[in-house]
């Protein structure tokens, strides 16, 4: 560390102050929903939403769980999150493969077609989506989410490897040419594997936005059976029913797969970060 | 990308590659292209959903220039980019700039790295999800905020202050995307220059002007695009923390939309608005990115 001159030593002490002063509120909400996620309504009445719980009083958590089916949320997203961040991987190799390394003509189109999806406002599509899902049996499923996503997650995907795939050495893919092998073996053979570190980023980024996403899964998942984590949630918000510590429960059982993921993922996250900031 | 023909001379045609656009084009063709231009034909009709749409020209177009509730959305809108893009872009170069420059040199990187990490905790979160923990948090009877306080304010209750309430909690929600895409971009910055304007004695502040806000300009351009089409499009919060009320204190066009085709029935007019909003983030998006290509050619 820099030898530091003494004079500015009480600043330095206060700059750090200010920086962890605005990281306690920053993480003030996750505390206090924890803290209070634990309390019977009795006991949160009391002694209020600062007090340390005495003991764990799981009855919140578990009435909330049940109610809602919290297990069959979780596995819905899981599914359909899995699912889209899959193919929409796949797709985007494919898309890059043949504009990035094959620069198919009128490739400059397609990639401006492509960002300009994924910049459209969800609303301008989801009223005939969801009347053509009506028409062809898909509404209410989670086959239509999936699909949905699958091209949206995959348009952004495509903008994104084909620049990526665009430097692919293209010593290598000769020398493969030399040897005779066919464009679908030298796709998966050679450019799948050399690009996999980006592709890992990919698929990770289109598992979460998937996972976090809010309003189409609300329009297309109506049954209680094929809700999501978030849409479960925000639909149930501000119910009646529901009393201050399982509130506190419902936003505790929102924020611990995030985490979750947050925590396995961090290190390909933040090698990542600044590729999803196209976003 | 290397200029055509470059390297890429091979006896085969170039016609074989097309077929890996096909199952990506149907698809697209499916999901985006058509419903989109299906959503722009309803916007000129009158229809509720079901029987056939009525043609009526421009008359939603027309209608929606008239609509107060139209145009204070599009209000709430401008507050909400202050609160998504404009604030955090400011603050958090401000904390980046502090973390890079400060406390890392000063109290190691793993004290800057915690830091980071706890103020982009809550950008981890789905939207919906931060809506539901500040929907608690805030509630008027039993929320965390009036009782530990001791207060009685109806956070988003009161139309004069539930606009002011989401544009904190979408603060609070977004200042740490802004954080960590600077403090990545301010890696690449060659250290010397720092090193030097030390050496010159420049003072914290001088070196944040000079150096800092210079150095990262490209992603200061990313941050302010994406973060303006997140407020353009903001409809999770909105949804769960306040459904556009009270009154329409809170309206903004995504969820507005949303009402007129899932609640009233209006299905043109929802088109209608969608389609606005549609056009008005496509060129934000392409002025963001001329002024960022003039922005380079002026640098070289």
Known sequence: MTPDRTIRQPGRWAVLAALVVLAVVMLFPFVIVTLNAFKSPAEYSSGGPLSLPHGLYLDGIVAFWNRVDFGLKLWNSLLISGVVAVAAVVLSVLNAYALGIGKVRGRLWILVLFLVANTLPQEALVYPLYYLSKEVGLYDSKLAVILIFTVIQAAFGTYLLSSVLGQFPRGILEAAEIDGASRSRMLWRIVVPISRPTLSVLLIFFFIWTWNEFFLPMVFLIANDNQTVPVALGVLQGEKMMDATMSSASALLGIIPAVAFFLIFQRTLTRGVTVGAIK | ?300
């Open chain 2, 1 to 300: 990308m290397a200029p055509p023909g470059a390297g890429t001379a091979r006896p085969r045609g170039r016609g074989g590659y097309w077929l890996y656009l096909v199952p990506s084009l149907v698809l697209f063709l499916a999901i985006i292209v058509v419903p989109f231009l299906m959503n722009v034909a309803t916007s000129f009709t009158r229809w509720s959903g079901v029987g056939t749409p009525k043609w009526i020209g421009l008359d939603n177009y027309t209608k929606l220039f008239r609509d107060e509730r139209f145009w204070a959305s599009f209000q709430h809108n401008v507050a909400l980019i202050v609160a998504m893009a404009v604030v955090p872009t400011i603050i958090g170069l401000m904390l980046a700039a502090a973390l890079f420059d400060y406390i890392a040199k000063r109290f190691g990187g793993r004290t800057a790295s915690a830091l980071r990490a706890a103020f982009y905790l809550p950008q981890v979160l789905p939207v919906a999800v931060a809506g539901v923990v500040w929907g608690w948090m805030l509630h008027p009877s039993y929320g965390a905020v009036n009782q530990i306080f001791g207060l009685e304010v109806n956070w988003l209750g009161d139309p004069d202050i539930a606009l002011a309430t989401v544009m904190a909690i979408m603060v609070w929600f977004q200042l740490g995307y802004p954080v960590v895409i600077f403090m990545a971009g301010l890696q690449r910055v060659d250290p010397s220059l720092y090193e030097a304007a030390e050496i010159d004695g420049a003072s914290w502040w001088r070196r944040f002007w000079h150096i800092t806000i210079p150095q990262i300009r490209p992603e200061i351009f990313v941050v302010l695009l994406t973060c303006t089409i997140a407020a353009l499009k903001v409809f999770g919060p909105i949804f769960v923390l306040t459904r556009g009320g009270p009154g329409s204190a809170t309206m903004v066009p995504s969820y507005f939309s949303y009402l007129n085709f899932f609640q009233k029935v209006n299905v043109g007019y929802g088109s209608a608005i969608a389609t606005v909003l549609a056009l008005i983030i496509v060129v934000v998006t392409f002025l963001f990115l001329r002024v960022q290509e003039r922005d380079q050619e002026s640098e070289s």
